[in-house]
């Protein structure tokens, strides 16, 4: 089945990088996302990855997957206070299937940045 | 560009009361999603249009939920009647049909007391 497992919480100080974790169990997902949530708004899309690329960057967002070990990393470098939030990470099956579009998203982790 | 709009923003009412959200996508998307959110927990889909047509809504509770969107466009979705479990926020978000990116509306926050 599709399950999506992350850590809870995470706490950092300003200036430091921030590493989030996230495993999953569908090996025939496509896409592999990465979303924040700040208090009380949606979802932001940050990045996402194709299941046959290994690292992904922009700017001070690093994605790495792992496709063996079902492992997919988000490293935020020089994190800042601004970036204290919720991230999620989320799965997307392959198009045709018969789930195509839906998102399996984790639980989320919580970022605390201190200053 | 305008992004996916949602309301009320928060809602609070008395189980076995009835309730409606509303969402307007992101223009030009076809594909339109409604998530619950539950405290503490990550999004989980309840239903995915394309255009007007229902794709997914196998995770969507029947007896008590229902969601429209008619002209392809605007969509709702309504809860008769609440129950407790019921308190979420409920976020909709839209793609490009065949998209790999969903854009989120900021949600309805409804609590059931």
């Known amino acids: 089945g599709e399950d999506v497992e992350q850590s809870l919480f995470l706490s950092v100080r300003e200036g430091d990088s921030s590493v989030i974790n996230c495993t999953y169990t569908d090996s025939s997902s496509t896409y592999l996302y990465w979303y924040k949530q700040e208090p009380g708004a949606g979802l932001q899309l940050l990045t996402y990855i194709f299941s046959n690329m290994d690292m992904k960057q922009d700017q001070r967002l690093t994605v790495l997957l792992n496709k063996k070990d079902k492992h997919l990393s988000l490293r935020i470098a020089d994190t800042q206070t601004g970036d204290s939030a919720i991230y999620f990470c989320a799965e997307s099956p392959p198009p045709g299937s018969s789930n195509t579009g839906k998102l399996i998203f984790g639980q989320g982790t919580t970022l605390q940045v201190k200053p | 560009e305008a992004g996916v709009a949602q309301s009320p923003r928060y809602k609070i009412i008395e189980k076995r009361q009835s309730v409606a959200f509303w969402c307007n996508p992101i223009s030009g998307h076809a594909t339109l999603y409604w998530y619950q959110q539950i405290l503490g927990q990550g999004p989980k889909l309840l239903i995915q249009?394309?255009?007007?047509?229902?794709?997914?809504d196998s995770q969507l509770p029947k007896d008590r939920f229902s969601a429209e969107r008619l002209k392809g466009v605007d969509s709702t979705l309504k809860i008769q009647p609440a129950k407790l479990e019921d308190s979420a926020v409920y976020l909709c978000?839209?793609?490009?049909?065949?998209?790999?990116?969903?854009?989120f509306g900021p949600g309805t926050r409804l609590t059931v007391t």
């Open positions: 978000a839209s793609s490009l049909a065949g998209g790999t990116d969903q854009y």
């Open positions: 249009f394309q255009n007007n047509g229902v794709v997914d």
